[in-house]
């Protein structure tokens, strides 16, 4: 795999208070999403080497945060390039004091806030399976949008009939999303029938597939911000990495509300960017585009509608019958997805 350098000089602007890029290296599997080569690195691990990396910083110990570099930062970012960049840093912000909350940007992708005397950066830090620094990132602080606890709008499913939530829920071994910052609280749902299986005979083909070609419906009023067509529907099971999330649409419903529907079938987007759109309305097919191996929806919420900078708000849509496992089916007024439910809108 090609690898990616790029190395950057300190360059600051106290005058503007900070504008400071320094320290860049990182390897293209650190970026990998949604399928493809993450690391499942919990925030804890991150503020642990961030801590470390600080006190290094504080102690002038270019050693210790040397040892904690993969080998290719090792190579790339020698301790005598490394040890004037970081001194001079120091020289001009003073020492560290504290570092913030992780904010998980990919799966083994983090951004710590650090504290010095004289104010603020991000520590942009990815971390490989063996919990060796892979990618290190000082950059100017940047202030988290807004992130509301919730919609505020009132959500529908957006599909009609009764479909199978395959990843969805608030803890990792309900939803395959749960680390990564924009999709923390996504869901994939497709069509089962009472055996659990999703398609005819051996689902050789997307048509095999109960899911492929329902329609996807606008879960509420909004503006569209993006739609994506053109994009080829994978054959079963064989995913596009390269085009991740498909023939997608994202839907503006309010400030900090964007929700983004997405493996959409090929041709099937019936809106463009800029159409108002009515809860309830047909903005495409079900399909198998994207990082996607069977056809289903995917799902997820963000805040802001640039989507890698995005986080994740949790979802909740009004009045859903829900089936969970063999249990009776119920009406729940305010529904937001759980792993294996069977679920339609009443």
Known sequence: MTKFLHRGACA????????FAALICFSTASFAQNGGTTVDISQWRFLQKAKLIGDAINKHDIDAIENEFDPIVQRDLPADTLKPLLWNMTNQLGTVEKMGEPKMKWKNVAIIPV???????????ALDSTDKISGFYFIPHKAEPPVPPRNATTFSLPFKGKWTVFWGGDAKEQNFYHDIKNQRFAMDV????????????????????????KEILAPADGIVTDAIDGVRDNPPFSGNEYSALGNAVVIQHGPSEYSVLSHLMRGSVRVHDGDTVKRGQVIGLCGNSGNSTEPNLHYFLVNIPLLQDATGIKMYFKNVAV?????????EKEYSPMRNDKIESK
């Open 323 to 331: 089936q969970h496992k063999r249990e009776e089916p119920h009406v």
């Open 115 to 125: 504290k010095f005397q004289k104010g603020i950066l991000d520590l942009q830090l």
């Open 12 to 19: 600051y602007c106290l005058p503007s208070l900070l504008a």
């Open 190 to 213: 497709n069509i089962s029938d009472e055996l659990g299986k999703t398609h005819l005979g051996e689902g050789l083909q997307n048509q095999d597939f109960f899911a492929f070609g």
